[in-house]
């Protein structure tokens, strides 16, 4: 998977401000923060998006969650409180087909998103 973005930032090929890593998830800010607080959490293996999981990746997905809750306390807005979001798909939104968890803090979001 050497054509994919999140993979080279995992491999670090790329550049980025990692926050957080573990054997089978890493954490780094985004390039194009829309957020106060705009942190992306990948896992370490490639998994194209949430059409792309298998049975055994559901320990991942929750892990993915659990570095959620621990950068935001890291970082401050646990209280205040977040938005995490995954885009599945064009419909979704996704642009970068490695699965990522959006972690939005640091102001107030609204409903329905657009
Ligand atoms: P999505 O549209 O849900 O697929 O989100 C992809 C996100 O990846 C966007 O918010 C981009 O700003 C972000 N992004 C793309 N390339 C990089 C990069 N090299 N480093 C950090 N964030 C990136």
Known sequence: MNECIFCKIVARDLPAEIL???????AFRDLNPVAPQH???IPTKHIASTNGLEEEDAVVVGDMHLAAAEI???EGFDKSGFRTVMNCGLDGGQTVFHMHLHLLGGRTMSWPPG
């Open 39 to 41: 942190i992306l959490i």
């Open 72 to 74: 935001a306390k890291r």
């Open 20 to 26: 957080y890593e573990t054997e089978q998830v890493i």
